[in-house]
């Protein structure tokens, strides 16, 4: 339990950074993956049912969560992709490489043997999932860094590895794209079939994330400031409820309903219409679900579903797994002749 909320699943290990992507950007809050762990890839399948809550925790223990909603569609890498972004490399002035050749976007000769060598695109990346991907050649001497800087820095923030294909995600300390040379640090290199592309939903490895359960808004929850979106993180699964999984829900006239609210002798029956002594009841002293009655005042009661009573009904204990016969919140005043009354049936962790 975290805070009273189940804990449904939970990572043996750390995903190696890079295999859980995520764009944090609101209004396209996703996550996709690329190589994660089969449990990890169990777990989201299993949350898109029940909108729980997936949460990543950094190497630093910064976190970020929200809601599952869908699975995305399509191919990482192929599919959802936005158009080209890199247009013109711009060769700093004040640190400029010695020889910069461009053509079109192809840097085809980029010399530096002193001082500093900079030269970069700007862009908003700030919470976007981007693709990248080049054709690099080192000619000689020493490779320059490469990734997402900050113009008033001129410091790689987050490298990013040439001659490959790669997916990063912008932080708040970055708003450039580009290639930086040490001073006096000699390089000469070209860098060809430059493709830079944001990621704007995810594939059909990946799932769309609201803030919350079910929502239309496609926020993440909660987003430290900190959150490393670029590396190794740990994660758990939680019910998107303090009362766990939903299962099922709906309204029952009352006429269907036999309640017994006696401490000791706690019961519930609401009718062969929902069934409980089918799919919903436990052996003795190992409850599978939770019942939660709603009256036309709001007003709820609570228990934990026991063994079978009768055809359709069951026992109701006040926790999990437990002996004691009683409903474990039973509000003052709950109306048992409420028409219609609402019903909630949740898994019980």
């Known amino acids: 339990m975290k805070n009273g909320i189940p804990i449904i699943a939970a990572s043996a290990s750390a995903e190696t950074a890079g295999t859980v992507l995520f764009s944090t950007v609101n209004g396209t809050a996703f996550l996709d993956t690329n190589g994660c762990s089969a449990a990890l890839t169990a777990a989201l399948t ?4 029940h909108n729980d809550v997936i949460e990543f925790t950094d190497a630093t223990g910064n976190k970020i969560w929200g809601y599952a909603k869908a699975a995305g569609t399509g191919t990482l890498g192929t599919d959802n992709l936005g158009a080209e972004l890199i247009t013109a490399w711009f060769n700093v002035p004040a640190y ?28 908003a990346l ?36 040439l001659n490959t294909t790669s997916y990063i995600t912008g932080d708040s300390r ?42 239309t808004t496609y926020n993440w929850g909660v987003k430290d400031a900190n959150f490393n979106p670029n590396g190794a993180v740990t994660w758990r699964v939680l019910a998107s409820t ?37 799919a919903y009841v436990g052996a ?27 055809g359709s009904g069951c026992k109701i204990y006040s926790a999990r797994n437990g002996s004691t016969q009683n409903y474990e919140t039973n509000t003052a005043g709950f109306n048992v002749a409420a028409d219609p009354m609402k019903y909630r049936i949740y898994r019980d962790f």
């Open 46 to 49: 299993a949350a898109i049912a």
């Open 284 to 310: 003795t002293g190992a409850t599978k679900y939770i019942l939660v009655l709603e009256d036309d005042a709001g007003k709820i009661i609570k228990g934990h579903i026991g063994e079978l009573v009768g």
């Open 96 to 123: 400029p490489y010695e020889t910069f050749t461009v053509v079109g976007t192809d840097i085809t000769s980029a010399i530096n043997t002193t001082s500093f060598g900079v030269a970069y695109q700007a862009f």
């Open 242 to 278: 303090k009362y766990g999984q939903l299962a099922t829900s709906g309204t029952v006239a009352t006429g269907s309903v036999s309640l017994t609210l006696t401490d000791g002798s706690a019961a519930a029956d609401l009718g062969a219409g929902v069934n409980l002594g089918v």
């Open 126 to 161: 700030s919470g976007k999932l981007f693709k990248f991907s080049n054709t690099y050649t080192l000619n000689s001497g020493t490779a320059p860094g490469f990734g997402f800087m900050n113009t008033g820095v001129l410091e790689v923030t987050s490298a990013i590895p």
């Open 174 to 215: 970055v708003n450039c794209l580009g290639f930086r040379t040490g001073s006096g640090v000699a390089t000469n290199f070209s860098a060809t079939s430059n493709a830079f592309k944001q990621i704007t939903a995810p594939s059909s490895a990946g799932v769309t994330i609201t803030n919350t359960p079910g929502g």
